[in-house]
């Protein structure tokens, strides 16, 4: 019989429970990393095109908190992250596998083409998910259920804002400032076009909107690079987390022809000058393995190596 209360994804006014949840989890696990913080819940639920998340979100509860979340991202990749006080973390995690592992088992196998290149190399029959190197109880857990690690994984950096942040030239006539109403358009053309190289992107208008209108959502912390012509050429959204100091950038990205230019580095920059002025002591990012020009970016830009988070496979 499960041990907590569960029960999928209500809509809206689920949306604060799901912030409260990664705050806490950064709080509990804190200076330790955790997967997911509030940029993470706001990016990928409200950030996403064609997402069901009636469907594919679930949370568990203990004495009415949510101590338990599972993102299932159709066809094969699920995402979880489980409260540090939660006393029997086995048993939390088996619920949530079992769940994912049964929302697996209900889709077909998906046809070439309906997996994101950014999990292809999986494999088209399992089931992925990741797991923090540092996380043993959970690495053992996996490998107990079957699940087997892969040679892929996502890398995470952090950044103290305690020493003074640099101030790169601008090319000239370019300009740093934050989106507007007046740059929806363009600001989700610029997402669109970044995110291109690694394959179409669905990125719309009414996406963009829906994720400005987010509550924990900061349009100054919306940067944007400008050229001299208008052409917004990069950008980079920052997060903040007044409850526990920590800042967090999700996404970011460069136009395809601006790149190899310094342009954003430059953005981030700003992006960390405006988290330190909001009283942010930390700053955070993480990108996959297979992104050379982030992992080559990051560390350019102040970012110091925080832990790296293993995929592992489950054949279904």
């Not at 342009?263 to 405006?274: H, K, N, P, S, V």
Request: net charge negative; charged share 25%.
């Amino acid at each position: 019989m499960p041990r907590f209360e569960t029960r999928p994804y209500a809509g809206e006014s689920d949306l604060a429970l799901l912030i409260d949840f990664a705050r806490n989890c950064t709080a509990e696990r804190w200076p330790r990393r955790t997967p997911w913080h509030v940029g993470d819940v706001a990016w990928q639920l409200l950030g996403s095109t064609g997402f069901d998340p009636f469907a594919n979100i679930r949370l568990w509860f203990d004495g009415g908190s949510v101590v338990g979340l599972g993102w299932f991202e159709p066809p094969l990749n699920v995402v979880f992250e489980i409260r540090p006080v939660v006393s029997d973390q086995d048993a939390l995690t088996n619920e949530i596998l079992d769940w994912a592992e049964e929302r697996r088992r209900e889709l077909a196998r998906p046809a070439p083409g309906e997996i994101a290149r950014a999990y292809a190399m999986l494999g088209d029959d399992t089931l992925a998910t990741t797991a923090l190197e540092s996380d043993h109880q959970r690495l053992a857990l996996l490998e107990r259920r079957g699940y087997v690690r892969g040679d892929r994984d996502n890398v995470h950096f952090r950044q103290s804002l305690a020493g003074p942040i640099p101030e790169p030239p601008l090319e000239p006539g370019m300009r740093l400032r934050h989106a507007t109403d007046a740059d929806i358009e363009a600001r989700a053309e610029l997402h669109r076009a970044a995110w291109s190289v690694w394959g179409p992107s669905t990125f719309s208008v009414e996406t963009y909107r829906r994720l400005r209108a987010c509550p924990v959502y900061d349009e100054e912390l919306d940067v944007i690079l400008e050229a001299a012509d208008g052409t917004l050429v990069a950008y980079c959204i920052c997060w903040k987390d007044p409850a526990n100091g920590v800042g967090s950038f999700e996404p970011v990205g460069t136009r395809p022809g601006y790149t190899r230019r310094g342009l954003m580095q430059a953005t981030m920059f700003e992006g960390l000058r405006r988290l330190k002025a909001r009283g942010m002591h930390t700053a955070l990012v993480g990108t996959a393995s297979v992104n050379e020009s982030a992992l080559a970016l990051y560390p350019r830009s102040g970012f110091q190596p925080d832990g790296r988070e293993w995929y592992f496979t489950k054949r279904m």
